[in-house]
């Protein structure tokens, strides 16, 4: 069993930087597959970006690219999301996602994932 808790959601400026964590319990975060989703009140929940177990591949969608980068430290089974020029439309709640795997050959989809975190609140002003 793996649980996530995600943390470092809060308000800020359109135009600013956050970082986002994702720490998780058990034995088997070093061989999977971690993602971060999203979900705006009203919306389905989105795919943000995803990282390999060892770090090596990223992937990301359209809407974050080049503003949001996703990476890991095996040795502290923490995840990031360090996002920058945030923007009003990147408000959402955002969650962290785990499937014990070492391939990224599926990922976009929520049902692509075994387990979840609770999510953390991401509010961008204008």
């Known amino acids: 069993q793996v649980q996530l808790v995600e943390s470092g959601g809060r308000l800020v400026q359109a135009g600013g930087s956050l970082r986002l964590s994702c720490v998780a319990s058990?034995?088997?975060?070093?061989?999977?597959?971690m993602a971060w989703f999203r979900q705006a009140p009203g919306k389905e929940r989105e795919f943000v970006a995803a990282?390999?177990?060892?770090?090596?591949?990223?992937k990301y969608a359209d809407s974050v690219k080049d503003r949001f980068t996703i990476s890991r430290d095996n040795a502290k089974n923490t995840v990031y999301l360090q996002m920058n020029s945030l923007k009003p439309e990147d408000t959402s709640v955002y969650y962290c996602?785990?499937?014990?795997?070492?391939?990224?050959?599926?990922?976009?989809?929520?049902?692509?994932?075994?387990?979840w975190g609770q999510g953390t609140q991401v509010t961008v002003s204008t």
């Open positions: 996602a785990a499937r014990p795997s070492f391939t990224l050959s599926s990922y976009l989809k929520e049902t692509d994932y075994a387990y």
């Open positions: 990282i390999s177990w060892n770090g090596a591949v990223t």
């Open positions: 058990g034995r088997t975060f070093s061989r999977s597959l």
